[in-house]
T-cell receptor, first 116, second 115 residues
């Protein structure tokens, strides 16, 4: 079965520093990977996705993610963090098992705190 | 942000009440989803509808009853819930199911508390 792991429950960075939120995946077949962000008392907002092609995917709000097939990773990155980036970040993979192509399997989430 | 709306945003109900959650999408999509987000647990897919037809029920208890009258509206009817059903209920939509590259867009959620 498809799965994703977000090894860090919490990440703290200083404003202006680069940030990385980690995600590793396990799939059979081609991986379709997504990142979402959730601000307090809000729903999930789509940031970016990897389907095929370039390993570096650019998304909303200056975020990007690097797909690494050999390490089965899809880490979310931003060169310079803002306090307003503080939120809960979810990695997700499309479940391509039989009859499951509409399923998104989510990680448990990583809480990012950017300190001023 | 306003592509998928959900009402009410907050709901408190007793175990014997009957209530409904409403979701509406303005994105011209054909697939709609209900998810449950509980504290300390990953998002759980509950139901999937594609062109008004239910295509997935992820072993959800019958006290949750979905309804999809058209591709733009999705309801979740609640009755005789349990305190452990307290959670954030998220609605999402996408162009249609069956496309693994398709993106799901989420509403703001309904925070449900069952007393």
């Amino acid at each position: 079965a498809q799965s994703v792991a977000q090894p860090e429950d919490q990440v703290n960075v200083a404003e202006g520093n680069p940030l990385t939120v980690k995600c590793t995946y396990s799939v059979s077949g081609n991986p379709y990977l997504f990142w979402y962000v959730q601000y307090p008392n809000r729903g999930l907002q789509f940031l970016l996705k990897y389907i095929t092609g370039d390993n570096l995917v650019k998304g909303s709000y200056g975020f990007e993610a690097e797909f690494n097939k050999s390490q089965t990773s899809f880490h979310l990155k931003k060169p310079s963090a803002l306090v307003s980036d503080s939120a809960l970040y979810f990695c997700a993979v499309r479940d391509m098992s039989a009859g499951g192509s509409e399923k998104l399997v989510f990680g448990k989430g990583t809480k990012l705190t950017v300190n001023p | 942000e306003t592509g998928v709306t959900q009402t009410p945003r907050h709901l408190v109900m007793g175990m014997t009440n009957k209530k409904s959650l409403k979701c509406e999408q303005h994105l011209g999509h054909n697939a709609m989803y209900w998810y449950k987000q509980s504290a300390k647990k990953p998002l759980e897919l509950m139901f999937v509808y594609n062109f008004k037809e239910q295509t997935e029920n992820n072993s959800v208890p019958s006290r949750f009853s979905p309804e999809c009258p058209n591709s733009s509206h999705l309801f979740l009817h609640l009755h005789t819930l349990q305190p452990e059903d307290s959670a954030l209920y998220l609605c999402a939509s996408s162009r249609q199911t069956g496309d693994p590259t398709d993106t799901q867009y989420f509403g703001p959620g309904t925070r449900l508390t069952v007393l």
